[in-house]
């Protein structure tokens, strides 16, 4: 029952990874017709349209518990939900896509460090081997092997706010292992994503104020929108935050090394990209890495 209860994890945090990484071929198609926080903001708004047939009960029966924890919810959604997506948006418009992926991908790193300092996670010589080998897989795939791709590197504002990105998320990984018993999770979701897009109101507001934009070009736009709403909020968020019930944020975030590897194939098949070597090279790496910390773990 106990293994069965970890294989579900895996699958969860698997599901939610692929689901994640096609969100990169929504924001590469609206991120030129909408403002970053106008983005987030139309994301989770229709992350709450698609969620409240199902999580508004659960909501209603819960928030006698939230409310008396209504500081940690308004916490975990402003920079779980509200900031850290927005902070994302905001990178894309000043870095590349290689720096993206490297930087996102310091996620699992911080959440394994921050599980050792607040949840008293132990830290193993297999982990940490795991986690450098599925990270040498990251930067094999966003360099496709080129060498000079990496001292080609040039960091801007745009990857210090990505980092932040990062960071937060992993914030929220381990924020997780602390719901007020009794909220369920449903009822756990609803309350931060209709929190995290009243947070989200007022910076909206600043932005269209300073020139932001928000072109719903077609019908195209509005299929990416609900792709963001109902698959990378709705359901990565559900299946991120179970796996991480089931088999702890340590496993679950080294998971999150897989998205690179789903975002080439996504790429592969919407937008035409090729498959190279080094995308094998690199997927290896990071099923090797992943396996390697996950049996460290177990010890």
Known sequence: MIEFRKLEGFIMALAAVIIWSGNIIVAKQLAPDISPFSLSLLRWSSACFFLAPFGLKPLLKDWKIIRQHLGFHLTVSFFGISLSNALIYYAAHDTSGVNMVIIASTAPMMTMILGCMFLKETLNFGKVIGALLAFS?????????????????????????????????????????????????????????????????????????????????????????AYAGAGSSVACFFLWNEAIKKIGPFKVSMIYYSLPVFGCLWAILFLGERLMFMDFVGGALVLVGVLTATIASRR
Do not use: C, H
Request: glycine share 12%; proline share 2%; hydrophobic share 60%.
């Open 137 to 225: 897989g990251i930067i094999a795939i966003a360099s496709r092997g080129d060498l000079d791709v990496l001292i080609g590197m040039r960091f801007s504002w745009g990857d210090g706010l990505a980092l932040i990105a990062s960071f937060l998320f992993a914030v929220y990984s381990i924020l997780l292992r602390f719901i007020p018993k009794g909220v369920s999770q449903l009822g756990f979701l609803s309350a931060i994503f209709f929190m995290g897009a009243l947070w989200l109101i007022p910076m909206t507001a600043v932005e269209l104020y300073l020139g932001g934009t928000i072109y719903i070009r077609n019908w195209q736009s509005i299929a990416g929108i």
